[in-house]
């Protein structure tokens, strides 16, 4: 699944803006994984301009590609959220290692952001 910036949003408040370090308008970012909020916005996860995956407001986005990965599975928790990703990031603790730096979970990373971005 890929997207198109289509306008730039502050992810707190939704108010329009007109740079970001994170998006930049008009380019096109590869969905690693959808995440659904009980009661909030729609969010998609990218690889945002400075290299780090991030949630964005997917009011934001325009669908260039329609493709769901075939490895993503969906996560429901009740009264909580929905997510579409890689099984292995829906694991309890895996963004946690990643953002620490754990070179097994930076690997998983990035086997599967290959995966979908070869998709």
């Given at each position: ?31 690693l ?7 909030a ?14 949630f ?35 694991e ?28």
């Amino acid at each position: 699944m890929k997207v198109r910036c289509i306008k730039l949003l502050d992810e707190s408040t939704g108010d329009p803006l007109e740079t970001s370090s994170w998006l930049s308008l008009e380019s096109v970012y590869h969905v690693l994984s959808v995440n659904m909020e009980d009661g909030a916005a729609v969010k998609f996860q990218l690889m945002s301009d400075n290299g780090t995956p991030a949630f964005h407001n997917a009011n934001q986005f325009e669908i260039v590609s329609d493709i769901i990965p075939a490895r993503w599975v969906i996560n429901f928790v009740a009264g909580s959220h929905v997510e579409l990703s890689p099984k292995l990031w829906s694991e309890p603790g895996f963004w946690e290692s990643y953002f620490d730096g754990e070179p097994e979970a930076i690997s998983l990373f990035d086997t599967e952001k290959e995966i979908i971005f070869q998709e």
